[in-house]
């Protein structure tokens, strides 16, 4: 009875203590923050917040890019893993104290409760929360847990919470993944560690080792298909990079969440913590440069509707199969061994045997693939989709007066900039309006003012992963460099990718842009791209135009007209090889040049081609599924 009622008190206790805190969830966050960037470079409390609060807005374009590419992002999100690793330095703080068992999962139980509010409730650390509060429960309760069940459980709460959740890629990513390290962890482990010649009973380095890759590989197996459909690519270093990342990655989230509780004390030193936890984050970053960085770090895959429920469905059937080979083996050897078959195949109460197992965990992974698959018209992605659901690519040509900018937005990643306008015509605004954070990727086309103005401006004053030039860019470059951008050069057969978004350079010829002829007109050698998204296309011509440029590009949806609508001799036969149901021209109103010309809006009259000015109708906005293409302006 004493300790019954031990417990209750507890119980009450951490109750008050949890409805007080949840109650002063923002001061405890901003504390939080505070503390976990004191004392740091820049970067590394950046990371540190994302760490350990979910606060990726800190981080620089190029370190996310860098974590994306090496396969490395699911760091930079709140999830299971920070939940795992909460709960086991809680525990052991708290075993370290002498408090009993049962008050310490209490404990455990109130912190994953406050914890997911504080790390911003979205749906992997939703998910994550869930799945810990159902083993806690099942713990406390003297039942042995489950994760597939506490699986189910949490697709179920987080789906009742907000049905359009099932719609969110991070939602879709992070059950896939707890499902693939579910069920084939193991067995990966297992086989690395008889490749390797330890065995399942190996201990030490190798066994820690064999540990994270079976995590890793079945992580990846699990979400590399949904990856492929929503982003198109996949990550060949990601292997690598997480082993080379993983012997840091539990310290630096522990002394994250360390610093972020000192925090809530005023006058504690964090100096020490955050020092270590500086050169960990630091050495983690550096990982994912090496893994990220090389041209052929990441590969383009692509996957449609129907190949996405084949392949999980080719997986799930894998998972069945080898299950039941693997009890027919247990079942083989206990007979040649005169056991009890039992002893190998053990059904403890609250955990389903291995055959059921598979096979309840099939049928999970099946649902999760029909989930995303149906979810296609909620996130505008491949697929089918009625009118009224959201777009899967948004463009707008921004209204910068006489300039071009052309912004890019896939709905599943990063946005891209095709040139940033004049100067003084205050492009961060109109990105900011536009629901922009932090871009890819901005290209410029051809260093003139009305085309590259507004990215000199933009850098350093705005997150920019990576500047992407044709002809040398002297001063751009500099100015990249100096805001922590990556300056590539690209050229005709080079491919710019975000997503399911590919840009296709089409002109100059790398000889040409890497050096360009004494006098060459600098319009002749700007950067003329192809935009693909799945089946749509538009033509990026910048000032290139077409009687000069030997385009063929195949038919397009948008032809972005040249040079602002300069007269154009090669127009009309650009106009009969790429027939486009829209043509946009991007001009300053009032300009002095005359443009757009009499022939040229004569040539776009004669082949029938709508034409959309930015000095009349403002942006531009295109707004695309596949199958289904709108337009608004003004």
């Known amino acids: 009875m004493r300790s019954a009622r031990i417990s209750l008190a507890v119980l009450v206790g951490i109750a008050a203590l949890l409805g007080l805190a949840l109650a002063h969830t923002d001061e405890i966050r901003a504390r939080a923050a505070a503390g976990l960037g004191r004392g740091m ?34 760091l930079l999100a709140v999830s299971g893993e920070n939940v795992t690793l909460l709960a086991l330095l809680a525990t052991t703080l708290l075993g370290a104290l ?45 039942r042995r847990a489950s994760t597939l069940y506490a699986l189910g459980l949490a697709l179920l709460v987080t789906v009742v919470i907000d049905p359009a959740v099932a719609g969110d890629v991070g939602w879709q990513l992070s059950f896939s993944a707890v499902l693939g390290i579910y069920m084939l962890a193991g067995p990966i482990r297992d086989a690395a560690l008889t490749a390797t010649g330890g065995g399942a009973a190996s201990a030490g380095w190798r066994r820690a080792l064999a540990e994270g890759a079976g995590v890793t590989v079945a992580a990846t197996l699990a979400t590399a298909p949904l990856i492929a459909f929503y982003f198109e690519e996949a990550s060949l270093t990601t292997l690598a990079a997480n082993l080379l990342a993983m012997p840091a990655v539990a310290p630096a989230m522990w002394l994250g969440m360390v610093g972020a509780a000192a925090a809530q004390v005023p006058g504690l030193p964090l100096a020490p913590l955050n020092g270590l936890d500086a050169l960990l984050l630091a050495y983690i970053a550096q990982v994912a440069a090496w893994c990220g960085r090389p041209d052929w770090a ?63 965990a099939a049928a999970l992974a ?28 948004r463009v707008e040509v921004l209204d910068v007066g006489q300039g071009d900018a052309i912004l890019l937005q896939p709905a599943a990643a990063p946005a891209v900039l095709v040139d940033g306008g004049p100067p003084g015509d205050r492009l961060e605004a109109k990105l900011a309006a536009a629901g922009v954070e932090s871009l890819g990727a901005a290209v410029v086309s051809h260093d003139q003012a009305d085309h590259a103005g507004g ?97 063929d590009p195949g038919q397009v949806d948008v032809l972005k007209v040249a040079h602002h609508g300069s007269d154009d001799a090669g127009l009309s036969e650009l106009l009969d090889r790429t027939r486009p149901r829209l043509a946009v021209i991007s001009v300053g109103d009032g300009n002095p040049f005359g443009h757009p010309t009499p022939g040229t809006l004569t040539t776009l009259a004669r082949h029938r081609v709508p034409v959309l000015r930015t000095d009349l109708a403002g942006t531009v906005e295109i707004y695309v599924r596949p199958g289904f293409m709108a337009i608004r302006s003004g």
């Open 41 to 74: 470079p820049a970067r590394e409390a950046a990371l540190a917040r994302g760490f350990v609060l979910g606060q990726d807005e800190g981080i620089d374009a190029g370190t996310k890019d860098d974590f994306t590419r090496a396969g490395l992002s699911h």
């Open 98 to 142: 002498g408090i009993p068992l049962r008050e310490r999962l209490l404990w455990v139980l109130a912190l994953i409760a406050l914890y997911v509010p504080l790390a911003g409730s979205g749906p992997s650390i939703q998910r994550a929360g869930v799945m810990g509060a159902a083993g806690l429960v099942a713990t406390l309760a003297g």
């Open 298 to 360: 990441v590969v383009a895959v692509h996957l449609d509707g129907g190949g996405l429920a084949a392949t999980y469905a080719a997986l799930a059937g894998a998972i069945v199969a080898v299950a039941r080979l693997s009890r027919w083996r247990r079942l083989r050897t206990a007979r040649a061994r005169r056991l009890d078959s039992r002893a190998f195949v053990p059904a403890t109460r609250g955990r389903p045997r291995a055959g059921r197992a598979a096979l309840l």
């Open 366 to 393: 099946v649902a999760v693939a029909l989930v995303a698959a149906g979810a296609v018209a909620l996130r505008g992605g491949p697929g089918p989709g009625s009118e009224d659901s959201p777009y899967g690519l």
């Open 455 to 551: 990215l000199g401006e933009l850098l350093g004053s705005f997150p920019v992963a990576r500047l992407l030039y044709g002809a040398s860019s002297s001063r751009l470059i500099a100015a990249a460099r100096a805001a922590g951008a990556r300056p590539v050069q690209i050229a005709r057969g080079d491919t710019v990718r975000s997503g399911s978004l590919r840009l296709e350079v089409l002109w100059p010829p790398p000889e040409l842009a890497a050096e360009p002829p004494g006098g060459t007109d600098a319009n002749q050698l700007a950067l003329v791209l192809l935009v693909r998204w799945h089946r749509f296309s538009m033509l990026l011509s910048a000032d290139a135009e077409a009687e000069s440029v030997p385009l």
